[in-house]
């Protein structure tokens, strides 16, 4: 099964260092029943576009928490045994496409990871900033978050990972 990992670049660098995005268990984003049911759509490429969305707003939390993070979401597209991914199953879910990932994850099993160019960094900044008071029902708040999303997230081959981390 194809996961959508939520990370930070700091996360990134850290996996790129132990060979894995962790031991589980991880918040991943992923086709589910529960995500085809929501966006109603049968076409795959649309559906994994939306999980990869999720992780995207996913990204942006853990960028919230970590302030020291460089503002760019970053989101590893991983094939996994889908043995080691539990879906909740609730169809009225606020994140339906939502998963935990419960076995080890190497890198090396990342088919793609995803992350904003560096012209995103200061939309970016203000929707983790907004990102708070967006959940609470501000819509000025929402309009910040969303501006994030027409920042496409890049597509970089697994082997590009060294050069997005700086090493």
């Known amino acids: 099964m194809r996961v959508y990992v939520p990370l930070t670049l700091s996360g990134l660098t ?7 995005l962790g031991s589980g268990p991880l918040v991943a984003y992923a086709v589910t029943p529960a995500l085809r049911e929501w966006y109603d759509s049968e076409d795959i490429e649309e559906l994994e576009y939306a999980a990869l969305g999720q992780a995207a707003l996913a990204s942006l939390r853990l960028l919230d928490a970590d302030r020291a993070a460089p503002r760019r979401r970053v989101v590893v597209a ?3 045994a889908d043995r080691i991914v539990e879906a909740d199953g609730d169809h009225d879910a606020v994140d339906p496409g939502e998963v935990r990932v419960t076995g080890r994850v190497a ?5 793609a990871v995803h992350v904003d160019a560096d012209g995103a960094e200061a939309a970016v900044e203000a929707a983790a900033e907004a990102l708070t008071a967006a959940d609470g029902g501000d819509g000025g708040a929402r309009s910040v978050v969303d501006g994030a999303e ?5 597509w970089f081959a697994p082997q590009e990972i ?6």
Not at 14 to 20: D, M, R, S
Not at 162 to 167: D, I, K, N, R, Y
Request: charged letters at 25%; glycine letters at 8%.
């Open 14 to 20: 850290e996996a790129h260092k132990t060979g894995e």
């Open 78 to 80: 991983v094939d996994v």
């Open 150 to 154: 027409d920042h496409e997230l890049l």
């Open 162 to 167: 060294p050069h997005l981390v700086g090493s």
């Open 107 to 111: 890198l090396a099993k990342a088919a």
